[in-house]
């Protein structure tokens, strides 16, 4: 077959996204696997003394410690003959973040030392969240993994290193259970970063990407952990399980955490008496693929698994930390940006479970309703190309190289990349480059 010139052009630029992609993967795994995991945690070493001390002079003084921890050679080495510093590593793992920005993982650590099969709360908070997060913290009692966005050119700045600094103050559970991590930059809503910092620096296992403003129902820690068949799925990587998500049809109830159900038959007369609903209701695809009506028929103890998965489908999932694709940076503000997670760890081979003893509720509160609007507008653009060029990338490694497409594996790329109408035109392209340069 005769390759025209820009077809030409375009099989070498899919060759070289694979090429930075695997390259990324590779040195993510390098790193990880490295003495980096051991000396990002002490990169600030806040001991209980410094936190009674409530002064953001006492924060700043932290932030130079850790300045100045970063050049001494025990935090540049990473094993012989490898030297690199934090700073270099970060800009790398976010080089698709927006710049200039400042990361410093574990601004606060956590005292207790958590077991390596646990789950991870991972998630972001703005500000005006904080006393939902606090709430979140108390009911959780697990590890919690938080990225909180520092932007470092507006005024309030020092007041808000204050108040994260009262915030962890607030409940001793703080301390034991969350790790905080600070994005410092001009930029608002880059979610999809700092999710994946959150899931970066969380130190178990297994994680939840969570959002903030929800609470939780149920103990699906505990049931998840003592389930052995639930745990093997999880370390073999390829499955995410999905806690359904439900809200109040009344705002004022949402707001009352309180009297929120705690076990699934409360939940359900709540259903049944027109008070809670699936959440979202409003945009039925982002969670509809959980088939609620199957939800409230499962018996006990009952996990399905998700068969009509949809492109805009972003329930809250647990699932392995290392492993699945990584939320996509390119996504900024609202709209399609939680979706773009899910997308790809579809595409990668990732089945969604869904534990049907379980639940969490949303707790009402206002949007920024502008903002949103207007970034959704946007982002829908950005995630019909995304969805198309996930779609090549994945059709080139699953089928191309590692032969996979036609596996359990490749069945998620196949049921959900064929949906696109750009589908024939990937599929050719691959097909050509296959016969022409194999
Ligand atoms: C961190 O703090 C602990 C307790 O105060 C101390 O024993 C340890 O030496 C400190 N580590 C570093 C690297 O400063
Ligand atoms: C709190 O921090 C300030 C500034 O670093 C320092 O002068 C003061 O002694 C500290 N107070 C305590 C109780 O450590
Ligand atoms: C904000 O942080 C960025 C990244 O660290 C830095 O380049 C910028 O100068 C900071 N801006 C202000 C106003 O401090
Ligand atoms: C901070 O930076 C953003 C984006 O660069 C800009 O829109 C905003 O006006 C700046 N705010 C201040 C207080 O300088
Ligand atoms: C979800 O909602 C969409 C749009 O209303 C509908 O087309 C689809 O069939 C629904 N899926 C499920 C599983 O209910």
Redesign the pocket.
């Known amino acids: 077959m005769i390759v025209s010139m820009p077809d030409c052009a375009r099989i070498i630029q899919s060759i070289a996204i694979i090429y930075a992609f695997i390259a990324l993967l590779y040195t993510t795994s390098y790193f990880l696997a490295s003495p980096l995991r051991v000396s990002l945690p002490l990169l600030l070493n806040l001991s209980s003394a410094t936190l009674s001390n409530s002064s953001v002079s006492s924060l700043l003084s932290a932030l130079d410690r850790q300045d100045s921890l970063q050049s001494s050679p025990h935090q540049k080495s990473l094993g012989s003959p490898t030297y690199i510093d934090n700073d270099l590593f970060l800009s790398k793992a976010f080089s698709n973040s927006l710049h200039p920005s400042k990361i410093i993982p574990f601004f606060y650590r956590a005292s207790s030392n958590f077991e390596a099969d646990d789950i991870t709360i991972t998630t972001l908070i703005t500000s005006n969240r904080f006393p939902v997060f606090a709430r979140l913290v108390e009911r959780y009692q697990g590890p919690i993994s938080v990225t909180i966005h520092v932007?470092n050119?507006?005024?309030d700045y020092h007041e808000l290193l204050d108040s994260i600094h009262a915030l962890y103050l607030s409940t001793p559970n703080m301390a034991r259970f969350v790790d905080v991590h600070l994005v410092m930059d001009?930029?608002d809503r880059q979610f999809n970063t700092w999710r994946n910092i959150a899931r970066l620096f969380a130190r178990t296992d297994f994680v939840m990407m969570l959002d903030i403003d929800f609470a939780i129902c149920t103990d699906f820690r505990s049931a998840i952990r003592a389930n052995q068949a639930v745990m093997d799925k999880l370390r073999e990587g390829n499955s995410a399980f999905v806690i359904p998500a439900f809200e109040y049809v009344n705002q004022e109830r949402g707001r009352q955490q309180s009297s929120f159900p705690t076990d699934k038959t409360t939940l359900l007369s709540s259903v049944k008496g027109g008070h809670l609903a699936m959440f979202h209701a409003s945009w039925e695809v982002g969670h509809n693929s959980t088939d609620y009506p199957r939800y409230y028929a499962a018996p006990p103890g009952e996990i399905y698994k998700v068969t009509k998965y949809q492109a805009a489908y972003e329930p809250y999932i647990i699932f392995k930390r290392e492993g699945p694709p990584w939320c996509d940076e390119r996504f900024v503000g609202y709209g399609g940006n939680k979706a773009a997670c899910l997308f790809e760890m579809y595409l990668s081979g990732v089945s969604f479970y869904v534990l049907s003893d379980h639940f969490i509720v949303h707790q009402n509160h206002a949007y920024e309703e502008k903002a949103r609007k207007d970034e959704r507008k946007f982002n829908r653009k950005i995630y019909a190309d995304f969805k198309e060029e996930t779609c090549l990338r994945y059709l080139v490694t699953h089928y191309h190289d590692l032969d996979i497409l036609d596996s359990t594996q490749g069945y998620n790329l196949q049921a959900e990349c064929t949906k696109l109408k750009a589908f024939p035109r990937l599929a050719r392209k691959v097909w050509s480059s296959s016969n022409d340069w194999s």
């Open positions: 932007k050119n507006s005024s001009s930029f």
